[in-house]
């Protein structure tokens, strides 16, 4: 279903035409009907000609409450611009253009309203400037009706245009639905209730939703519609969800309804701007307020650079690429710039402004997170779906929940292949780079480096290691010798000689218990494996229950090795330790 949304100066006849249109007054408050002028957001809805049901929303039209006419404006598919032709073309007139033509709004029509009050020549006189006016906008070509709502002349007209105009706006339902709130209240017997135009998705009844930002869960008790319950509603309509879990306190205007895991929220993004029709010198060094659905808070603009700039916010935003927004100068109250998303999550400042142009907001979903990926080398899947409203990365590979494109996999195996050599070159003695420290370097999972080890042909995974295929490791002729009157001094007995007096430095040690020449026993003792079978010979001689000085007796050793001996055992569980006695297991 299509929205449209009026736009133009204060006291144009927005509100007016919208009752006829509509047999509704679009003026929900007694202070807007008392002083007969739209402060707030208002609705309406009704059949057109054809019979195709639309929804209204009608903004303020006086420049105190643009805040309001923000709030209300960024989902409009049509827009319905109004020009008094008694007073023709006005500052809120030039700055609501401005605001469409940054929201990318390019289908409308130009209601000339109040056309009873002057001559044909003046209507003639306040076209020619409509259109001059209109000139390189969206809006460049929409139709320019004259009308009254005080008689109805032309009114049918408007609503033969807006007709016509509807066949033309595209469906989107990308099934991420969010609505963006714009009014909060709560209804005796429902509850909180929250109004918005529902975008991107279909919403039923039941459904599992999250408040964003705050990330509060809720369910969508009722569903409602121009007055009439739904169990599903399509997007594009004007929508009250009735939710079930929070209270109204919970939720403002500017929140976000969508559903759970499909929204990422974001404080830093990277964007496309482009400055208002009427500024002329634009700085990021202004006081802004971002504007983007329903919300308005403070911005800053942290760089620019041409049109491309990284906006920092003040709260978080759920957004997606392609979302557009409004910058509003506080201290000028003026809207100067608008944007698109470009990147809701970018890396470093300098990177992200250089990756402007490889984003195309307008691709399709599978194409934006491709592009994403491409720029970051790597990320979530849950992340990438959200940033793209579901796409899938091509070019990539999948391990387990994150996606790693080709180029940056590549150079994954690159990079790990090269510190696996320098680790060859500074530890020649030993097996290869611990898996778990190659994944720090890399500043990879484990998983992720698992995967690249794998596909790597020149890199292949022993034990706990990661070494160079094919390669092999063995002492040097001057460590052999080393080692074997190390073996003779071992194999003189369990009373072995303490780590340090064996003559071998530390790495030849570590590659003879890797290859299972020595097994360490505790802090600077090592045996050979036969010795430590020597020892489970004598632990299977045991009594049920021994000391350490029956087992030092046993083995004839001293306790400075009895005791290491039974805590390896322990370790092992070959023992088991109860207070000061010990049993085999």
Partial sequence: MPLIGTAGHVDHGKSSLIQRLTGRDPDRWAEEKRRGLTIDLGFAWTRLPSGTEVSFVDVPGHEKYLKNMLAGIEAVDIALFVVAADESWMPQSEEHLAVLD??????????????????DDLIGLASDEIREKLADTGLASARIIPMSSLDGEGVDAVAAELDRL????????????????????????AGTVVTGTLLDGSLSVDDAVVIYPQ???????????????HQTLEPGRRVAINLGGVSKDDVERGDMVGRPEEWDTSTRFLARLETARYVEDFSRRGAFHLHMGSLA?????VALEGTAAVIRTSRPIAMAVGDRFILRDTGRRLVTAGGVVLDPEPGATRPALESAGDLDPTG???????????????????L???HSLGGVPGDSRKVGDTYISDAAFEEYQTEAARLVSTEHEVHPLRVGLPVATLAERLGADQEVVDQ?????????????????????????EDQLARWSSARDLLEAGLDVPSEGDLGLDSEVIHLLIRQGELVRLGPGLVMLPSQVSSLKEILGGMPDEFTVADFRDAAGLSRKYAVPILEW???????VRRGDARTLR
């Fill in 102 to 119: 940054l929201l990318g709004v390019e289908d409308g029509v130009i209601a000339l309203t109040k056309s009873d009050l002057v001559d």
């Fill in 166 to 189: 509807i066949e033309s706006v595209p469906a989107r339902d990308t099934d991420r639905p969010r609505l963006w709130v714009d009014r909060v209240f709560s209804a005796t017997g």
């Fill in 215 to 229: 990330g509060s869960v809720a369910r969508t008790r009722g569903l409602q519609s121009h007055e009439s319950a």
């Fill in 297 to 301: 808070q403070p911005a800053e603009i």
């Fill in 364 to 382: 399709d979903p599978d194409t934006i997170a491709s592009a994403l990926l491409a720029i970051r080398g790597q990320g979530s899947a849950l």
């Fill in 384 to 386: 990438l779906s959200a």
């Fill in 452 to 476: 690249v080890v794998t596909e790597t042909a020149t890199l292949v995974q022993i034990g706990p290691d990661v070494a160079v295929a094919g390669r092999e490791v063995s002492l040097p």
């Fill in 569 to 575: 055992t322990d370790v092992e569980g070959l023992t």
